[in-house]
Antibody
Framework: QVQLVQSGAEVKKPGASVKVSCKAS????????ISWVRQAPGQGLEWMGW????????NYAQKVQGRVTMTTDTSTSTAYMELRSLRSDDTAVYYC?????????WGQGTLVTVSS | EIVMTQSPATLSVSPGERATLSCRAS??????LAWYQQKPGQAPRLLIY???TRATGIPARFSGSGSGTEFTLTISSLQSEDFAVYYC?????????FGQGTKLEIK
């Protein structure tokens, strides 16, 4: 069965960086892209960007462009999302999701807390 | 960027009744529209894709309709487990924006 398993919760100080992993299993990783979506406390879903599982091509939301880098390691079927220069408003649950007609499978979410 | 607008923000419906949720796109997305359900503390779950196709395992009481800029999610007879927040998302071009969500609550 398809599974996306994300890394654990993180607490970071303002200005720091965080890297969240998303390990895929149960399907051919290179046949699908991965989207990253975040959700601030009590808020809605915000699409952050997409990475191709095939060739690593990316597309980022303008709001995080310049601070975010999405990568993949096809040897381990793992996607990564690194966010730099963290601010308090980056505090959110970060989700990875397989892209197929929307997003059909989601990771469990990773809480990133930015606090001094 | 395509703006997705959902209405109403909150919908109060009694169990067993029908619920109708709306989603409007600021420009045509054809049928490249998905609906998700999210319960507290859980990841979103895909309900509908292609505007009207139920995802695997989704009960028949969930149906989607529309194309272009106007879309509807209908839940024909609400069960207790259906009370949640619902989001629409287009996937016609980057960025794949979401609506702000509709909270479906028990009346």
């Amino acid at each position: 069965q398809v599974q996306l398993v994300q890394s654990g919760a993180e607490v970071k100080k303002p200005g720091a960086s965080v890297k969240v992993s998303c390990k895929a299993s149960g399907y051919t990783f290179t046949s699908y892209g991965i989207s990253w979506v975040r959700q601030a406390p009590g808020q809605g879903l915000e699409w952050m960007g997409w990475i191709s599982g095939y060739n690593g091509n990316t597309n980022y939301a303008q709001k995080v462009q310049g601070r975010v880098t999405m990568t993949t390691d096809t040897s381990t079927s793992t996607a990564y999302m690194e966010l730099r220069s963290l601010r308090s408003d980056d505090t959110a649950v970060y989700y990875c999701a397989r892209v197929y007609a929307g997003s059909d499978y989601w990771g469990q979410g990773t809480l990133v807390t930015v606090s001094s | 960027e395509i703006v997705m607008t959902q209405s109403p923000a909150t919908l109060s419906v009694s169990p067993g009744e029908r619920a109708t949720l709306s989603c409007r796109a600021s420009q045509s997305v054809n049928s490249n529209l998905a609906w998700y359900q999210q319960k507290p503390g859980q990841a979103p779950r895909l309900l509908i894709y292609g505007a009207s196709t139920r995802a695997t395992g989704i009960p028949a009481r969930f149906s989607g309709s529309g194309s272009g800029t106007e879309f509807t999610l209908t839940i024909s007879s609400l069960q207790s487990e259906d009370f949640a927040v619902y989001y629409c998302q287009h996937y016609i071009k980057w960025p794949y924006t979401f609506g702000q969500g509709t909270k479906l609550e028990i009346k």
